[in-house]
């Protein structure tokens, strides 16, 4: 028997692989930039163009499959995370290009298409890059170990303020040094490859995220909240380490806050 799903897989990835495409075209000419939420909030033609190119697609094969996409959402979709079968998308995450592609939690595709890697995990059957298996770091000690963050788009006075407490904390705990690839994907694909101990960030979305969560998961590692509880998809909070040890020493440094979580009623947005 095929195995269950397989053909998803496959189909997000050759999907991903296409939408690279586009993107390599589109850095060429694509200079059409606007704002959603703030004015450091922005989108281009091309993260509307890639959405719909997947969700097309996708449509086409399987037709009863639901989505969560960034910019559907933005555009007044519902952001709701049911037991249909459900792709979470974010066309361009971060300005270095990175797909996140997850399905239903079960399966997630980041394509980093300058770089061409592709990297895809299973839930329960690891996580590879190009094929080749990845595996967190083996670090145990926090001194010695790198961690990624970001300051995301929320500059709120308050929130900015916490950031950077949180930052200071982090880095004079001390740690080996601190990193952030402009991707809440392709952090957490760091952390999967070993390249990086740790990410947090607080004002991610469930489509930043839900593809590299798993890859995380799969190639060893852990998620919590940045408070240290059990790691909720919508709350817009996200930590992963190599290990709990690891995680937990960060979770002391943390100033948290509670952004309107993804799948807040449209009325409350
Ligand atoms: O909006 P896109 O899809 O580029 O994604 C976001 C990143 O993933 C965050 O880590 C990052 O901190 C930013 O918030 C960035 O906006
Ligand atoms: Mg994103
Ligand atoms: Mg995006």
Redesign the pocket.
């Known amino acids: 028997m095929a195995e269950q799903w397989q053909d998803v897989l496959d189909h997000a990835v050759a999907v991903a692989q296409k939408a690279g495409k586009v993107v390599r075209e589109a850095l060429q000419s694509d200079r059409k930039v606007s704002t959603k939420s703030s004015s450091i909030?922005?989108v281009t033609q091309t993260?509307q163009k890639v959405e719909q190119l997947i969700i097309q697609s996708v449509k086409e094969t399987f037709p009863a499959h639901r989505f969560i996409g960034?910019e559907s959402v933005a555009a007044g979709e519902p952001c709701d995370l049911t037991d249909e079968p459900t792709w979470i998308i974010?066309p361009?995450?971060?300005?270095t290009n990175f797909f996140p592609l997850a399905f239903l939690l079960i399966m997630g595709v980041v394509y980093s298409c300058l770089e061409d890697k592709m990297f895809v995990a299973r839930r329960g059957k690891g996580a590879f890059c190009n094929g080749k298996q990845l595996r967190v770091s083996d670090q145990k000690d926090i001194h010695c170990s790198i961690v990624a963050t970001?300051?995301?788009?929320n500059r709120d006075g308050g929130a900015v303020e916490k950031i950077f407490s949180s930052l200071r904390k982090v880095v004079c705990l001390p740690v080996h040094g601190v990193r952030g690839a402009?991707?809440?994907?392709i952090?957490l694909c760091l952390v999967a490859s070993g390249c990086v101990e740790a990410y947090y960030?607080i004002?991610?979305?469930v489509?930043?995220v839900a593809a590299g969560a798993l890859m995380v998961t799969e190639a060893g590692g852990v998620l919590m909240d940045v408070e240290g509880g059990a790691l909720d998809m919508m709350s817009r909070r996200i930590l992963a380490a190599n290990n709990r040890h690891i995680a937990e020493q960060i979770v002391g440094q943390i100033q948290a806050f509670t952004p309107q979580r993804d799948d807040a009623p449209p009325q409350q947005q």
């Open positions: 909030d922005l993260d960034e974010d361009i995450d971060g300005t970001e300051f995301g788009s402009g991707s809440a994907a952090n960030e004002g991610v979305h489509w930043d």
